[in-house]
């Protein structure tokens, strides 16, 4: 299964957008599936994963890399084509249960500095 999310800038905001017209870019997904996002910003767009700790001692974990693809070692660049991965949740929690994955999207040059922090649920 391939989710596709499309990257665009809506007045003076980030606005992520699946295939159907609808508007989020909170995910959840299994280990296997693949995610396309495609940056349609016509800017510079970046993306940047990081655990998301939840229960006694909730807060933000350090950089993880959610995919089985090749770790571009920092945040990921998103060009007008696309970039594709594929979910790998033991590359963040391993074991049983969900793991959590807060990600940011950062749109630069051309214009003012834009982001947003969506999530990635990862099933089994």
Same mark, same amino acid.
């Given at each position: 299964m391939t989710i596709e999310l499309f990257i665009r800038v809506d007045g003076n905001a980030v606005v992520i957008e699946d295939a159907h017209g609808v508007r989020g870019g909170d995910l959840k997904v299994s280990t296997g599936d693949a995610v396309k996002w495609v940056n349609e910003t016509r800017r510079t767009c970046h993306l940047m994963f990081r655990e998301l700790r939840l229960g006694p001692a909730p807060g933000y974990g350090p950089r993880v890399w959610p995919f089985s693809d090749g770790d571009p070692g920092g945040d990921l660049n998103i060009p007008p084509s696309g970039?594709? =991965?594929?979910?790998?949740?033991?590359?963040?929690?391993? =074991?049983p249960g969900s793991a959590y994955v807060k990600y940011d999207v950062k749109v630069t040059g051309g214009g003012p500095p834009l982001g947003l922090d969506p999530i990635i649920i990862i099933d089994n």
């Open positions: 970039w594709i =991965g594929t979910v790998c949740k033991a590359n963040v929690s391993p =074991g």
